[in-house]
């Protein structure tokens, strides 16, 4: 069983940073893209940025230049820095990883329980 565990969400003012961090475990035979989505109320899921297993990155356009995902191979882990934030970023953050559990396995997608992340004064 594989599970995706979520840490560093919270309330930050206009204008400030967070970093979230995610890590996956269990049985995990290939983990390949790992990714953020974020939903606010009212809205859909949106994907935030998404980096492949050769840390190929792409970004939503509402982020670029002011978020930076990476990924730690060898920890199965995730993260996601988030600079000059303003109110529209408030959501719950997601992590989403593709992962293969044996050599002829399927590949699943799994999500993190979600991290609250407001941006108010």
């Known amino acids: 069983q594989v599970q995706l565990v979520e840490s560093g969400g919270g309330l930050v003012q206009p204008g400030g940073s967070l970093r979230l961090s995610c890590a996956a475990s269990?049985?995990?035979?290939?983990?390949?893209?790992m990714g953020w989505y974020r939903q606010a109320p009212g809205k859909e899921r949106e994907l935030v940025a998404d980096?492949?297993?050769?840390?190929?990155?792409i970004y939503a356009d509402s982020v670029k230049g002011r978020f930076t995902i990476s990924r730690d191979n060898a920890k199965n882990a995730v993260y996601l820095l988030m600079t000059s934030l303003n109110a529209e970023d408030t959501a719950v953050y997601y992590c989403?990883?593709?992962?293969?559990?044996?050599?002829?396995?399927?590949?699943?997608?799994?999500w993190g329980q979600g991290a609250q992340v407001t941006v108010s004064s």
């Open positions: 269990g049985t995990i035979f290939k983990l390949y893209n």
């Open positions: 989403n990883a593709w992962i293969t559990d044996s050599l002829r396995g399927p590949t699943y997608s799994y």
């Open positions: 980096t492949t297993s050769t840390t190929t990155t």
